[in-house]
């Protein structure tokens, strides 16, 4: 499920404070006009009604496509200092979650691992990556169901 939520944000250029809605998390899968809002880069962009700036707001957000089953993490970078941050996630770096429903270990494990970045630019790039191997997965199915010959029918005698 998609979800937004209010934040009080200030503009980095004139430091004037304003309330902006903003995603939490968007579900492609169930929204799929949310995708190409985010390709689009306008997925929580800040615009300020005092000076007219626009930036991108420095929240996390979940970008979840059911569909390819993956999630991709945003958060902001300053939290790689962030000793509380980091103890969310193991030595490999996938997160530590607890108490997750049996259904979803087996069905939606890949939600337990997002892919983190760490600015909107690296999530845009890795959707399209993961949109981009999709792509080329079902061209090279289809070229392999194009290239098998036409089975043989026998005659009846």
Request: glycine share 4%; hydrophobic share 35%; proline share 6%.
């Amino acid at each position: 499920m998609s979800e937004m939520a209010p934040h009080n944000l200030e503009c980095p250029n004139c430091g004037n404070k304003q309330e902006t809605m903003v995603w939490n998390s968007i579900n492609v899968t169930l929204d799929p006009e949310l995708k190409r809002t985010l390709l689009e880069a306008k997925i929580n962009l800040f615009s300020c009604e005092k000076c007219g700036e626009n930036s991108f707001t420095d929240t996390p957000l979940l970008y979840h496509d059911m569909a390819q089953q993956f999630c991709v993490q945003s958060y902001p970078v300053e939290a790689i200092e962030d000793v509380e941050f980091l103890r969310r996630f193991s030595r490999d770096g996938s997160v530590v979650i607890t108490g997750i429903p049996a259904g979803i270990k087996e069905s939606g494990a890949y939600i337990t691992c997002p892919h983190i970045v760490f600015d909107i630019n690296e999530m845009l790039r890795y959707v399209r990556f993961r949109d981009r191997i999709s792509e080329s997965t079902r061209e090279i199915a289809s070229k392999k169901i194009r290239s098998v010959p036409p089975t043989r029918r026998s005659r009846k005698r």
